[in-house]
């Protein structure tokens, strides 16, 4: 297990690999209480998807 302050290892990346991507607040709580916060990350995801060529699916 991992320390509290410890990085987290650099992740290998394959072309055409899936990836399971989760963020969550503490205690499982949501992290965008704001409409404006939730049109704002999905404006920065699809900007972040355009320029990286991820696709997100769900």
């Known amino acids: 297990m991992a320390c509290a ?13 899936f990836y399971h991507v989760m963020a969550r607040g503490n205690r499982r709580g949501d992290i965008l209480l704001e409409a404006a916060d939730r049109s704002y990350f999905l404006k920065t995801l699809s900007e972040a998807c355009a320029m990286t060529g991820w696709r997100v699916h769900a």
């Open 5 to 17: 302050g410890m990085a987290r290892s650099i992740r290998i990346e394959s072309p055409g690999a």
